[in-house]
């Protein structure tokens, strides 16, 4: 069984839509990340959570918002979606102290 | 601003010869430095790191060489196969967060 999930894979939805999007991980890890990938510009970190009780804003946080319902559980969601947030969504997780981060396998987010 | 850059969009090398992945960095606070690599409709999967106390990390068949005079890193793969064909990312951290270059893709040709 994977460590990181993420639902769902594949989205599209209409411009001004709701959308939420799910991670969740069994790795006992603390700190969790979102990150969306665009062509050209590789991974930008959107936001980050150490704990439960603490988020955090990344480079690219405006449009989104996020929320850690527990230690394995860090959603994402676009109150209003937009055209240019289609693109691919990762999720990813990395223990107190540690360097590496695991990544989900991704969503693929098209907003029409 | 991009902190991290990998110039390279692309590069194509024959089947067991060297491939060589360059990527440069702006902060001089960055304190580690790692090499995902990703392949289609999966999540980036941890390659290799080194530490910036560090010049080279070898694990197998992957070199990691940091230069940090120049703000440069590299990673060598001896010798390629064709499952290395993927889309590699560097990524370099502080504070336990990631910054990551554009992406390289390495085609390897039988």
């Known amino acids: 069984d994977a460590d990181v999930t993420q639902t769902p894979r594949n989205r599209i939805t209409k411009t001004g839509k709701r959308i939420m999007l799910e991670c969740s991980q069994t790795k006992g890890h603390d700190r969790m990340y979102w990150y969306r990938q665009d062509p050209g510009l590789g991974l930008r970190l959107i936001y980050y959570?150490?704990?439960?009780?603490?988020?955090n804003k990344g480079e690219i946080s405006d449009g989104y918002s996020v929320s850690r319902q527990a230690q394995a559980k860090f959603s994402l969601s676009l109150e209003s979606a937009i055209p240019n947030q289609t693109a691919l969504y990762f999720c990813?997780?990395?223990?107190?102290?540690?360097?590496?981060?695991?990544f989900g396998p991704g969503t693929r987010l098209t907003v029409l | 601003d991009q902190q991290v850059k990998q110039n390279s969009p692309s590069l194509s090398v024959q089947e067991g010869r060297i491939s060589i992945l360059n990527c440069d960095y702006t902060?001089?606070?960055?304190?580690?430095f790692l090499w995902y690599k990703k392949y289609p409709a999966e999540g980036p999967t941890f390659l290799i790191s080194?530490?910036?106390?560090?010049d080279k990390n070898e694990d197998g068949r992957f070199t990691v060489f940091l230069n940090k005079s120049a703000k440069h890193l590299s990673l060598h793969i001896v010798p390629s196969q064709p499952g290395d064909s993927a889309v590699y990312f560097c990524?370099?951290?502080?504070?336990?967060?990631?910054?990551f270059g554009q992406g390289t893709r390495l085609t390897i040709n039988p």
């Open positions: 990813a997780t990395t223990a107190w102290g540690a360097d590496t981060q695991y």
């Open positions: 080194i530490s910036s106390i560090k």
């Open positions: 902060n001089s606070m960055f304190d580690y």
């Open positions: 990524a370099a951290g502080g504070a336990q967060k990631l910054v």
């Open positions: 959570s150490f704990d439960v009780k603490d988020i």
